[in-house]
T-cell receptor
Framework: IAGITQAPTSQILAAGRRMTLRCTQDMRHNAMYWYRQDLGLGLRLIHYSNTAGTTGKGEVPDGYSVSRANTDDFPLTLASAVPSQTSVYFC????????????FGPGTRLTVL | AQSVAQPEDQVNVAEGNPLTVKCTYSVSGNPYLFWYVQYPNRGLQFLLKYITGDNLVKGSYGFEAEFNKSQTSFHLKKPSALVSDSALYFCAVRDDNSGYSTLTFGKGTMLLVSP
């Protein structure tokens, strides 16, 4: 593994179903983030984690939950998917020490029908 | 909250010509500014950042950006565009909120470089 990986690459999901998007990083970064990207809206922060064991809400957290059991993994769960959650989801991380640039995974394209 | 604006949805330029992708910012305090590029079906790639120091920042792939405090701008530039530069470009600003520090992104500018 090099950098950030996300799985699955894409998924079609029936409304009402539960879905977990996976994110793993091997850079030992403290901070991790989940964004959704929608046409004309740019990237919007869903949830974040400053360090393992802590999480917080971003700009658009409703309908999503996260956990951070260890440094490397930061899964995003949709408890009961709705069509408005159709989007491309990106996981990102940063060291937590200066710089502030974030490094992004390749994304998961999710379609909720 | 901090914010950035990218006034152009799309920029068209011919290969070999200079390119500029515009970004203006609104911050309280000193701005930390970033540019990212996104190629089709890919994640965002970090290009460059301004934290402090020289107003002209050099980054990856021959790109540079000019920080202008009086105009609150951070435009991305390249002296000679390549067709392979065609992509979606995002400007971002560091945003310190209650409990966390993240980036706030502009809506993006599509750069199309024609042969």
């Amino acid at each position: 593994i090099a950098g950030i990986t996300q799985a699955p690459t894409s998924q079609i999901l029936a409304a009402g179903r539960r879905m977990t998007l996976r994110c793993t990083q091997d850079m030992r970064h403290n901070a991790m983030y989940w964004y959704r990207q929608d046409l004309g809206l740019g990237l919007r922060l869903i949830h974040y984690s400053n360090t393992a064991g802590t999480t917080g809400k971003g700009e658009v957290p409703d309908g999503y939950s996260v956990s951070r059991a260890n440094t490397d993994d930061f899964p995003l769960t949709l408890a009961s998917a709705v069509p408005s959650q159709t989007s491309v989801y990106f996981c990102a991380s940063r060291t937590g020490q200066g710089g502030y640039e974030q490094f992004f995974g390749p994304g998961t394209r999710l379609t909720v029908l | 909250a901090q914010s950035v604006a990218q006034p152009e949805d799309q920029v068209n330029v011919a290969e070999g010509n200079p390119l500029t992708v515009k970004c203006t910012y609104s911050v309280s305090g000193n701005p930390y500014l970033f540019w990212y590029v996104q190629y089709p079906n890919r994640g965002l790639q970090f290009l460059l950042k301004y934290i402090t120091g020289d107003n002209l920042v050099k980054g990856s792939y021959g790109f540079e950006a000019e920080f202008n405090k009086s105009q609150t701008s951070f435009h991305l530039k390249k002296p000679s565009a390549l067709v392979s530069d065609s992509a979606l470009y995002f400007c971002a600003v560091r945003d310190d909120n209650s409990g966390y520090s993240t980036l706030t992104f502009g809506k993006g500018t599509m750069l199309l470089v024609s042969p």
